[in-house]
C-alpha cells in the first residue's frame, strides 16, 4: 500500500541520526495540515498509513526501532515509543513518556516521566475508564480502567491493577487510595445507576478481558 498521508524528509534528529522528521501529504485530523513536519521515525512501520487513521508524531516525539503508533494515537512533546512497543486506540504520550521493550499503550494517557518498560500494559476499558500514568511512575505489569499512577508509583512485573468503577483508584510510591466520583452524589434512574457503577465490556469500545 502506498503511504499517502507522510512522508519521511531528509531532515536527521540532531542525536540519532537514524530517525527522521516527517512530513504530512494531507490533512490529519483537526490540527495538522498537509505540508505540515511531525516528529521524528526510523521508518514508515513505526507510523501508521492506513486509510482513516489518524495517529500522529508531534513536535520532537520518537517512534522508533520495531514500536507502532496507530488507530487514532498521538505522541508528543520528547515522548518516545521503541522497541517493539504498540501505542494505539486514540492513546495519547506526551512530555518525556516513554514506552519500550513490549510495552503496550491501548487507549492510555502516559505522561510526566513515566515509563513502561518489559511487558507493561496500560489498558482502557472505555473512553470513561482511561488510566493516566504520570509523574516517575514505572510500569512492568498491567494497569486497566479508571486508575491514576502518579508520583514514584512502581507496578511490577505480573502485578495487575484493575479498575471498572466510576471512583478512580490512585497510586503512588505510599499505596493506593480511592478518590470518590462526584458522580456519586447524583441520583439517577435506575437504567442509568447500573450502567454508571457497573459498566459492561460492550459499552463503547468493546474491549477483550486482559490477560499478561
Do not use: C, M, Q
Given at each position: 500500500m502506498t503511504n499517502e498521508k507522510y512522508e519521511i524528509t531528509d531532515i536527521a534528529h540532531?542525536?540519532?541520526?537514524?530517525?527522521?522528521?516527517?512530513?504530512?501529504?494531507?490533512?490529519?485530523?483537526?490540527?495538522?495540515?498537509?505540508?505540515?513536519?511531525?516528529?521524528?521515525?526510523?521508518?514508515?512501520?513505526?507510523?501508521?498509513?492506513?486509510?482513516?487513521?489518524?495517529?500522529?508524531?508531534?513536535?520532537?516525539?520518537?517512534?522508533?526501532?520495531?514500536?507502532?503508533?496507530?488507530?487514532?494515537?498521538?505522541?508528543?512533546?520528547?515522548?518516545?515509543v521503541c522497541g517493539m512497543a504498540k501505542v494505539k486506540w486514540c492513546a495519547i504520550m506526551t512530555d518525556h513518556a516513554r514506552a519500550e521493550d513490549h510495552a503496550d499503550v491501548d487507549g492510555a494517557r502516559v505522561v510526566d516521566h513515566a515509563r513502561l518498560s518489559g511487558f507493561g500494559l496500560v489498558c482502557a476499558i472505555?473512553?470513561?475508564?482511561?488510566?493516566?500514568?504520570?509523574?516517575?511512575?514505572?510500569?512492568?505489569?498491567?494497569?486497566?480502567?479508571?486508575?491514576?499512577?502518579?508520583?514514584?508509583?512502581?507496578?511490577?512485573?505480573?502485578?495487575?491493577?484493575?479498575?471498572?468503577a466510576i471512583d478512580q483508584v490512585v497510586v503512588d510510591e505510599n499505596g493506593q487510595?480511592?478518590?470518590?466520583?462526584?458522580?456519586?452524589?447524583?441520583?439517577?434512574?435506575g437504567k442509568e445507576y447500573f450502567v454508571r457503577s457497573r459498566p459492561k465490556w460492550e459499552q463503547g469500545h468493546k474491549r477483550e478481558e486482559v490477560q499478561r
Open positions: 540532531p542525536g540519532y541520526p537514524f530517525l527522521h522528521r516527517i512530513r504530512a501529504l494531507r490533512d490529519i485530523g483537526e490540527d495538522v495540515k498537509a505540508g505540515d513536519l511531525g516528529g521524528f521515525v526510523e521508518h514508515e512501520g513505526n507510523l501508521s498509513f492506513e486509510p482513516g487513521d489518524d495517529a500522529w508524531i508531534y513536535d520532537d516525539a520518537i517512534a522508533a526501532n520495531e514500536s507502532h503508533v496507530e488507530d487514532g494515537a498521538i505522541l508528543r512533546d520528547h515522548a518516545v472505555t473512553p470513561a475508564r482511561v488510566p493516566v500514568v504520570g509523574g516517575n511512575s514505572i510500569v512492568h505489569g498491567s494497569v486497566v480502567g479508571n486508575v491514576r499512577l502518579t508520583g514514584e508509583a512502581v507496578v511490577f512485573s505480573r502485578a495487575r491493577i484493575y479498575n471498572e487510595r480511592v478518590e470518590r466520583s462526584p458522580d456519586r452524589d447524583r441520583l439517577v434512574p
